[in-house]
């Protein structure tokens, strides 16, 4: 149980386009998403935070008209990464909680490699 | 200061050997407590949970916490190459209500053979 997929996982674009990440709980329904970005040999950094229905909270330094957060259903959530530069090239991981409570796992995706040309 | 601090490593162990992880939060707080690890190049992986003071085990894996002293441990027994990654302890914050998690920067393992 507690599976968490994560679409496409490696995406190459081009300087100034979109890209857009989906995140799917499985076989819970999570009412809590996350985004993480990591970079190489760093630890990850939590982008937003998403609840299902609501905007997206998103962590000091990350510009929201950038990454768009759409938590659509209690199984779905999508990060867009709108005109994509080099500097956006990243690993993009996203998580879920099942329940409320602070006590709730998070569940990670498998992650999306993107490499913005 | 960090809110959650590992050492970095790498720690290496040889095959069959205790590892031995240690992580401290700044949160007092602080009530739920993780451990994930993460192959290179893969996303991170739960491994255990606890809450409560004490030690918790699963299998060869054992959590230690010790909220007096703001401590939290992970052992791993009988160590083997496929336990070499990085771990990441995580925390939950108390003014966060949903749950959203303080890494610390990881301690690679290396075992080996």
């Known amino acids: 149980g507690a599976v968490v997929s994560q679409h496409p996982s490696w995406v190459i674009c081009k300087s100034g386009t979109s890209v857009k990440i989906e995140c799917r709980s499985l076989?819970?329904?999570?009412?809590?998403m996350f985004w993480y970005r990591q970079f190489p040999k760093q630890s990850l950094m939590l982008m937003a935070t998403?609840?299902?229905?609501?905007?997206?909270?998103?962590e000091q330094g990350v510009e929201k008209d950038k990454f768009l957060i759409n938590h659509a259903s209690l199984t779905l959530s999508t990060l867009t990464v709108t005109s994509a530069h080099p500097e956006d090239s990243s690993f993009y991981i996203c998580?879920?909680?099942?329940?409320?409570?602070?006590?709730?796992?998070?569940?990670f995706g498998p992650g999306t490699r993107l490499l913005v040309l | 200061q960090k809110e959650v601090e590992q050492n970095s490593g790498p720690l290496s162990v040889p095959e069959g050997a205790i590892a031995s992880l240690n992580c401290t939060y700044s949160?007092?707080?602080?009530?739920?407590f993780f451990w994930y690890r993460q192959y290179s190049g893969k996303s991170p992986e739960l491994i255990m949970f606890i809450y409560s003071n004490g030690d918790k085990e699963d299998g060869r894996f054992t959590a230690q916490l010790n909220k007096a002293s703001q401590y939290v441990s992970l052992l791993i027994r009988d160590s083997q190459p496929s336990d070499s990654a990085t771990y990441l302890c995580a925390v939950t914050t108390t003014t966060d209500s949903w749950g959203k998690l303080q890494f610390g920067a990881g301690t690679q393992v290396v075992v080996t053979p």
């Open positions: 949160d007092r707080g602080s009530q739920s």
């Open positions: 998403s609840n299902e229905g609501s905007k997206a909270t998103y």
């Open positions: 076989d819970f329904q999570a009412t809590t």
């Open positions: 998580s879920a909680r099942p329940g409320t409570g602070g006590r709730e796992t998070q569940y």
